[in-house]
């Protein structure tokens, strides 16, 4: 099982993977505002949980199973970036708050929000009566 720690750092591999095509231990670091040998030590162990290939001075690739994880993560985090948007958070507060909550949730409760999610977007009415009772 994941500790919060690898989670943070099994999103950041995937969405560099994403993004660049490559997970440098530099830009991840630069992204979590860590130091690269602390990318490192994770990077090891990750490693041995079976979530990343290691090897040293190479870059950090995502094994099949760090690969499904990692994107059911970065989901996890727009998920429920999405949610605090339609329940009014001010845009501001969203990241923030999203870095919060994200590792405190259980899956189950992420199934009930992705629930909720969809029937409140299916739902014009409900998230007018949303906007009614805040304003």
Request: net charge negative; hydrophobic share 35%; charged share 35%.
């Amino acid at each position: 099982m994941a500790t919060p720690g690898m989670e943070d750092y099994i999103e950041q591999i995937y969405l560099q993977y994403e993004l660049r095509g490559e997970a440098r231990v530099s830009d991840i670091a630069e992204a979590l505002a860590v130091q690269p040998s602390s990318v490192t030590k994770m990077a090891q162990r990750l490693h041995k949980e079976g979530y990343v290939y290691y090897e040293r001075y190479r870059g950090l690739e995502l094994t099949a199973r760090g690969m499904k994880f990692g994107k059911k993560l970065v989901r996890r985090h727009e998920l429920l970036e999405e949610f605090l948007r339609l329940i009014g958070v001010e845009e501001g507060n969203i990241y923030n708050d999203v870095e919060g909550i994200e590792h405190h949730l259980s899956w189950n409760a992420i199934d009930r929000i992705t629930d909720l999610v969809e029937a409140m977007e299916e739902s014009p009415e409900f998230l007018k009566k949303l906007e009614r009772i805040r304003s």
